[in-house]
């Protein structure tokens, strides 16, 4: 759930979701204030037609009649007795009491009491949680004199209390909820579902610069960034092409004159001369070499496939062995790897390289993690100083007291290697172990069939 709510999909179902429900929530708020309005106001109209009705019977009866007329009419909201409580003076007139003098007319008197029904203060159930607490229409009490001198109290009480309701509102409006949830999940999905697409396609863009360009599909605007996406795409990877094949065309170029250069070097006669210039030739020709593998581990070219990768860092543990060099594996990850064969075998080949040339030897461990495999290789060199741990990915960047052109370096290992690593999705980190020595950590994701 936190990680649905953390996801621009969440985000968006959260914000329609909390939008339509206020929206509905206002909405329905203003309909039943209006509508308690539009009733308080016919109430108070049949109030006052009621009350009007009731007076002007009372005066035309006999007096001796009106105790038993009283009884028969006082029910309902509106009622009409015997006045005990003196006229208040004082007092203002009510809007009620105005408006009921104005239909009466001049030979009633009606004067408000300071008598305050105890139902105007009760609260009011009501069948919506929208609804005011309290009656808020016309409640009050006053003293109405006949033509004969008579005084009659008149109450107007709120109305009776609603039935209670068999089941709640929130209860009634659960199937609106869960259709407004539905739709806004839908929306959310409809939404995100294109930016999901164009951000997978970058994914696999970084993995294979071949891979399949998006589908045109969706919203203009979609259709319209996923073609800037496939325009992008076709361009990059016609740049890493010309490049290649200038790299490709400058070292084959070169070796041509370097041949020569090497033939002709055979007859200088001077000894010493002879072999520095065959030294430098010889760092001439690694380094146009280095430089076209480091122009190949930024091409994408090759297909990707499933490789194990305890069968790879065997293989390639052993071939180091037969020539000689001291490495040693250890542990398993019974795992796969997506990856192209010759790019990830030239990244694991660099780093062991590395570790020979500059620590004597190679400790290469390997472990399960989860989703991914880490491989530390760990050598019994001086290590590398804090400052230029980031510095040594750079190309042909060398620490002069650990590299010289004896051991052959050229400062290209482990940016070929980081390059290359960058390409499958893994991550490549060194760090001066505590023993002494340097290790170089490299954890790959895991494959899944089927993703």
């Known amino acids: 759930m936190r990680a649905f709510l953390g996801s621009m999909t969440g985000r968006v179902f959260l914000v329609l979701l909390l939008g339509i429900v206020a929206s509905a929530a206002l909405t329905q708020w203003l309909a039943v204030n209006e509508r308690t309005r539009a009733l308080e106001r016919y109430r108070d109209f049949h109030a006052l037609e009621r009350a009007e009705q009731l007076i002007t019977t009372a005066d035309v009866m006999p007096e001796s009649a009106r105790p038993t007329y009283l009884v028969a009419a006082n029910r309902g909201t509106v ?26 007319g001049e030979r009633y008197s009606l004067g408000p009491l300071a008598e305050h029904p105890a139902a105007c203060d009760q609260p009011r159930q009501s069948n919506s949680i929208f609804a005011p607490s309290q009656w808020r229409g016309t409640c ?13 109290k008149l109450s107007v009480l709120p109305p009776r209390q609603p039935p209670p309701s068999g089941h709640s509102e929130l209860l009634s409006l659960l199937p609106f909820l869960v259709s407004i949830a539905f739709l806004a999940y839908l929306v959310a999905r409809m939404t995100m579902r294109p930016l999901k697409r164009l951000a997978q396609a970058a994914k696999d863009l970084g993995n294979d610069i071949n891979h399949p360009p998006v589908v045109l599909s969706g919203a203009a605007e979609i259709r319209q960034a ?32 370097l041949t020569r250069l090497r033939l002709r070097l055979e007859k200088v006669s001077d000894a010493e001369l002879q072999q520095r210039l065959i030294d430098d030739l010889s760092a ?44 040693e594996l250890r542990g398993r990850a019974a795992m796969a790897l997506m990856g192209r064969p010759l790019a990830i075998r030239r990244c694991l080949v660099n780093l062991i390289d590395n570790a020979v040339k500059y620590g004597q030897y190679a400790h290469v461990t390997v472990e399960r993690m989860a989703g ?31 590299r010289s052109r004896e051991s052959g370096g050229t400062g290209l290992g482990l ?27 490299l954890v790959v994701p895991e494959y899944y069939a089927g993703s």
């Open 372 to 402: 991914a495999a880490r491989i530390r290789i760990r050598d019994g060199g001086p290590g590398i100083a804090a400052d230029q741990m980031a510095r040594v990915f750079e190309p042909f960047y060398r620490i002069e007291t650990s």
């Open 140 to 152: 009050e009490t006053m003293n109405v004199r006949l033509h004969d001198g008579q005084t009659l």
């Open 79 to 104: 009622r009409l007795e015997i006045s005990d409580v003196p006229q208040a003076q004082g007092l203002p007139a009510t809007e009620f009491s105005t408006l009921l003098q104005q239909r009466l």
């Open 284 to 327: 001439m020709q690694q380094m146009v070499k280095e430089g076209l593998d480091l122009a190949r581990s930024m091409d994408s070219t090759e297909t990707m496939q499933a490789l194990d990768l305890d069968a790879l860092l065997d293989s390639v543990c052993s071939d180091a062995t037969d020539v000689g060099q001291q490495v």
């Open 415 to 441: 940016t070929i290697a980081r390059n290359i690593a960058e390409q499958h999705g893994a991550n490549v980190s060194l760090s001066n172990h505590k023993d002494g020595g340097l290790e170089v950590t």
């Open 226 to 257: 996923s073609a800037a996406f496939n325009a992008m795409q076709a361009r990059i990877r016609q740049h890493i092409t010309q490049r290649t094949q200038m790299l490709a065309a400058i070292t084959h170029d070169l070796q041509t004159p």
